[in-house]
Each structure stands twice: as C-alpha cells, then as structure tokens.
C-alpha cells in the first residue's frame, strides 16, 4: 500500500528536487499485531514575505525556521510545509516552498511563487518524527474536497476554492496543511499540478483556494489535514 | 470529531531528488513510487490522507527547483 506522487516543476529553470511526505489515517488500528507508532508533531509557522512575479527577480524568498527548545527531536523529522494566508494582508501569492537543511532543531525554507503577479505568501510546517514522548494535547481532523476543473493557468478559472468546516471545533486556530490529489482516482483526468493556499484558518473551519501552475486544463481534488488542540 | 493525536497513525518520509526540465518542457513532471508499508494499517485503505512538499536536501542550493507536486 502506498501512493504515486506526480510531481510538476513550475520553475523556469531546470534543477532538481526530492519530496518529503507525510501520511495521516484517522484509526488506531494495528500493524501486524503491533500498536501502531507514536509520533512527535511540531506544527508552525513562519513570517509572511512578499513576492515579485513568476520569472521575474525576488520570486524566490527564503526563511530559517526553529521548532522551538520543547520539542527535543531525537533524529532528523520529516517535513512538510503548505502556503497560507496568515498574516497577509495583500494579495495572496501562490507560492511553492521546499524544505532545506532539516535538522533536529530547524530547517531552511525557500520558497518561490508560481503566480503571475506579486503578492506576499506565508507558510504553515509540520515536523514529524516516529517517536514516543509526543504532545499529548494534540488532536487531528483530516478530510478531502471533491475535484474542481482548473483552466489553464493565468486564464480566469486557474484559481478555484473550496469552503471547508472541520467534524468538531477547535478551541484554537489549528495548522492545515493541504495537497493536491486525483480524488481517489475519479477525475476524468490525471490530477493537474494545483497549488493549494490555506485561507482563513479558524477554529471552525478554512478556506482552500488552488491555482493551477500547469500549461495544461484539467481537474484536481484536495487533501488536508489540521492539527490543533480541542480544549 | 477530531481524532487524539496517538489514535492516528502516521506515516513520513522522504525521497531524494530528482531532476526536472524547466516548465513546458518535456521532463518537467516526475513521478514518486513510495510504499507506506510497514507504516499504514489496512483497515485505513481510502482513509489516508497525504501532504507533500518539496525538499532540497541533498540537492545543491543553486539547482533546487519549487515543483507542485499531486498524487493519485
């Protein structure tokens, strides 16, 4: 059991790039007769920055971000980041960011924006490792919206936006990170290279909104999870 | 209802990079075969969500790209 990552560069330049992943499933279920493994989670985020247009000079920005003294990694976790619109106040950019130099105590972000215009972006991680000794107070909720036709990028359509309550509050806003999916393979397509942004995040719910980076039309779902705490 | 965080199974990783042409060229999507096993139970077969992001590691700093990535 596993998954295919389709991966599309949206860069101008060619290069290189890895892909680090994390898998949810809301079940305590055991593997081969074996509890399942804990985990130790750090979700964050970082300080919004401003964007200049695809291709053109400043649409790469970088940040260098700490999971704080609490956390105590014992190995190098894995993660993962997705744009949000926390804390900006201007257009949103589309922005796609990359994990560099993790560590057990931070990691490098970089970032580059995949729109056509400039706008500022911010970002959401989630640091994972397979450990015992995890925050406790943490809960997750997690969920799918059905796939939506994106036009080709830059055309009206290449933005679209789904409205999405979470089973139960939070008592705080909690993290929600988002990936683009095929719906569980029923799209009429192969899933479009969409970029998802979290908007709005509140105890209640968030606001997905994706554009599609692809030279190509065509549909993609969503995957999301939020991790926070209910009391 | 939200799920407690040591009810939830969770699988992570990695792969390393690989190399992608400049977008609208030919080469510029790839694909990652990544097995779950021995992380993700059976019983959670169409439960399971995915988040992935791209990663540089491994990769020198002037050649590392900002793909979107979806999966199926």
């Known amino acids: 059991m596993g998954f295919t990552a389709w991966v599309r560069n949206s860069d101008i330049s060619p290069g290189y790039a890895g892909l680090s992943w994390v898998a949810v499933a809301e079940t305590s279920d055991s593997i081969d007769g074996k509890a399942v493994p804990t985990v130790r989670l750090r979700p964050g985020i970082v300080q919004p920055q401003h964007f200049q247009t695809d291709g053109f000079r400043g649409d790469w920005r970088r940040w260098a971000a700490s999971y704080g003294s609490r956390v105590g990694f014992s190995s190098i976790p894995v993660v993962v980041v997705s744009a949000t619109n926390q ?45 015992s000794g995890g925050d406790p107070t943490l809960f997750v909720d997690s969920g799918q919206v059905p796939g939506r036709y994106f036009a080709v990028e830059n055309y009206p359509g290449d933005w679209q936006v789904w409205v999405v309550s979470f089973a139960e509050p939070f008592a705080t806003p909690p993290a929600v990170l988002v990936t683009a999916d095929n719906s569980n393979g029923t799209l009429n397509s192969y899933a479009r290279a969409a970029v998802g942004v979290v908007f709005d995040v509140t105890t209640d719910g968030f606001t997905l909104a994706a554009r599609n980076s692809d030279l190509c039309a065509g549909p993609a779902g969503f995957s999301w999870i939020a991790i926070g705490r209910v009391d | 209802m939200a799920s407690f965080v040591n009810q939830v199974t969770f699988g992570s ?60």
């Not at chain 1, 105590?105 to 640091?127: K, Q, W, Y």
């Not at chain 2, 779950?36 to 019983?43: G, L």
């Not at chain 2, 169409?46 to 590392?64: E, N, T």
């Open chain 2, 13 to 72: 990783g990695t792969v390393p990079g690989g190399g992608f042409s400049a977008s609208g060229f030919y080469g510029d999507w790839q694909t990652f075969h990544i097995p779950f096993q021995p992380f993700m139970p059976s019983a959670a077969q169409g439960k399971i969500r995915v988040i992935a992001s791209a990663s540089g590691d491994g990769v020198p700093d002037s050649y590392h790209l900002a793909p979107t990535s979806s999966y199926r």
């Open chain 1, 87 to 131: 804390n900006v106040r201007v257009h949103v950019a589309a922005g796609v960011g990359v994990v560099v130099r993790a560590s057990r105590v931070g990691f490098n972000l970089a970032s580059r924006n995949s729109d056509i215009g400039p706008g500022a972006c911010n970002f959401t991680f989630l640091a994972v490792e397979t450990a």
